[in-house]
């Protein structure tokens, strides 16, 4: 059975930093493109970032302004996204996603920034 579970959100004041972990199973993870996406209440949901496989590739979203990083660790099968700088506007659910042909969603994790 194919699992995508997220940690390492929180509440963090702005300026702070934060590493959210995806842990993957059930799939052959280093074959599968991943991708972080964030979701705040009234805004659409965001992709964050994106990593192909083997890491060769990565992309993130304009509005990120180089302050997050995306990583994955094939041997322990983890997605992470190191997160710095953050501001009360990177508040929201953060959720990893396995790209096609696995096409699955984590439970998230909720980030909130605020003094």
């Known amino acids: 059975q194919v699992q995508l579970v997220e940690s390492g959100g929180g509440l963090v004041q702005p300026g702070g930093s934060l590493r959210l972990s995806c842990a993957a199973s059930?799939?052959?993870?280093?074959?599968?493109?991943m991708k972080w996406y964030r979701e705040a209440p009234g805004k659409e949901r965001e992709l964050v970032a994106s990593i192909s496989t083997g890491g060769r590739t990565v992309e993130y979203a304009d509005s990120l302004e180089g302050r997050f990083t995306i990583s994955r660790d094939d041997a322990k099968e983890i997605l992470y996204l190191q997160m710095n700088s953050l501001k009360p506007e990177d508040s929201a659910r953060y959720s990893c996603?396995?790209?096609?042909?696995?096409?699955?969603w984590g439970q998230g994790t909720q980030v909130t920034v605020s003094s």
């Open positions: 059930g799939f052959y993870f280093a074959s599968a493109g």
């Open positions: 996603y396995a790209d096609w042909p696995i096409n699955w």
